[in-house]
């Protein structure tokens, strides 16, 4: 059996059965590759639940085989296509740094890697609120209160602005700045390393500044953990803590199941309805790809009323 250069330098032979310690190391090697806040929770949250089911079977070992009945663990737990292909790709990036690390032989790496995953039946409908759903969710909180002015300026920021929970956690007032009598979120750093600039909305500013004097807060982050006697603590709100607040204010309007990602795809929806051109609207949400953006908006085809049926270039009197 070949070894790897890392195999080579350490003087051991790479494995077939990963124990516990081992699977450590090279989640630690996957988690440490990856830069985006968003990345490394999915991934952690992959590699654990596939440590938990590799850990619970009888000294397995680590090769396509394995993977293969892994994949049918998942199909008969019911979770989605996509999930099920987010779970066996970080399976596969696990079984590459572990033979990178020397830990497993690249043969079973390479065999691990050529795993498909299952194919995907139609299109999953995203989650996306109307017009009326977004203007109760964003002044659901009472705005007598400190809590409530924060909780206002943060919906706010994510159904206008339309950023990732992490982004918005992250924001300082350093982001804040005027461009072309604008204000606008400046060089935020989001997904994957990308640099973009988002215009901020005056209303959205303005919840913001309310949010500001009621806390008495002109640096650092700009949102913060509000204690019950109604005074902020800390210097920063967490993720979790971003999501708990989307929770509590769409159970109080009447929605279930809402998550923070689902207001940036509103976000996307309104901005569209609005009249917002494709291109602007990508660079808005910061994505790569515009089929990204055209999948949070849900564009489908229309076969009736066709965008094409009245393009200035048919017969007027409607004979040929």
Not at 75 to 87: D, F, H, Q, V, Y
Not at 149 to 156: G, H, I, Y
Not at 269 to 278: D, V
Not at 279 to 291: A, N, P, T
């Amino acid at each position: 059996m070949k070894k790897n250069r890392s195999s080579k330098r350490s003087g051991r032979a790479p494995k077939a059965i990963l124990r516990l310690p081992d699977l450590d190391h090279a989640k630690a090697a996957v988690l440490n590759s990856l830069t985006c806040p968003d990345a490394q929770r999915g991934y952690r949250h992959a590699i654990d639940e596939f440590v938990d089911w590799y850990c619970s079977e009888p000294r397995l070992a680590f090769n396509k085989t394995v993977v293969l009945r892994y994949r049918v663990h998942l199909e008969s737990r019911k979770l989605a296509p996509g999930t099920i292909n987010l779970r066996l790709g970080a399976v596969r990036r696990l079984a590459y740094e572990a033979s990178d690390c020397g830990l497993l032989s690249p043969d079973l790496a390479a065999g691990i890697r050529r795993v498909k995953g299952v194919k995907k039946l139609g299109v999953r409908l995203g989650n996306w609120l109307t017009t009326e759903q977004s203007q109760a969710l964003w002044q659901a909180p009472d705005a007598d209160r400190l809590k409530g002015k924060r909780d206002r300026a943060l919906l706010s920021v994510l159904l206008a602005c339309g950023l990732r929970r992490h982004e918005v956690a992250e924001l300082t007032f350093d982001h804040l700045q005027q461009r072309e009598e604008h204000w606008a979120i400046v060089d935020l750093i989001g997904k994957s390393g990308h640099i973009r600039t988002i215009p901020m909305p005056g209303w959205v500013r303005e919840l913001l500044e309310d949010w500001f004097s009621a806390a008495g807060i002109s640096s650092g982050r700009l949102f913060r953990r509000v204690h019950r006697a109604g005074r902020t603590w800390g210097e920063k709100l967490t993720e979790k803590a971003v999501w708990h607040v989307v929770k509590e204010f769409a159970s109080k309007i009447g929605i279930a199941k809402l998550a923070p990602h689902d207001l940036r795809r509103t976000c996307a929806r309104l901005c569209h309805a609005a009249g917002g051109e494709l291109e602007q609207i990508q660079f808005l949400l910061g994505h790569v790809s515009v089929q990204t953006t055209e999948r949070y908006l849900g564009c489908k085809q229309r076969i009736r009323g066709a965008v094409n049926d009245h393009i200035g270039i048919e017969p007027t009197n409607g004979c040929l």
